[in-house]
């Protein structure tokens, strides 16, 4: 279980901080990355923050962890081509600094090979 101060994701979704929200359904949120590494760059994340990364998410409720990759895909249509990475951040050492777990919608125009740092 997560820790019970309320992570920044979690405000977000309480509107308790502000954030550009691209999509919404009842548990999951997307907003625009405040740092954005590529031309469209936004988190996809479940309201709840008892989930720390996609691994926990996976085990505890797949359901919702489809219905994040639904939003995320609709964000796509939307923002991009249909060409984007998903990436899911898993672990400090993997560069995860929020560990409410999300995911992170990119497109525009990626550095081919990349894997990517965001
Ligand atoms: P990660 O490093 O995978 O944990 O990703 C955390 C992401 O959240 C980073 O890309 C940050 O730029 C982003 N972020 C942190 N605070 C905010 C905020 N208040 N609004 C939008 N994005 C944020």
Redesign the pocket.
Known sequence: MASTEPT?FAR?ALRE?P?SIVAETDRVIA?????P?APVHV?VAPKTQEYRNVVELAAGDPELLVELIDVARGVADERTDGQFRLVF?TGAEA????FHV?A?VLGGHLEEGSLGS?
Request: proline letters at 0%; charged letters at 10%.
């Open positions: 920044i977000i901080i954030a907003f625009d990355d405040i740092s590494q988190i951040n560069g995860q600094t929020v999300h992170h965001a």
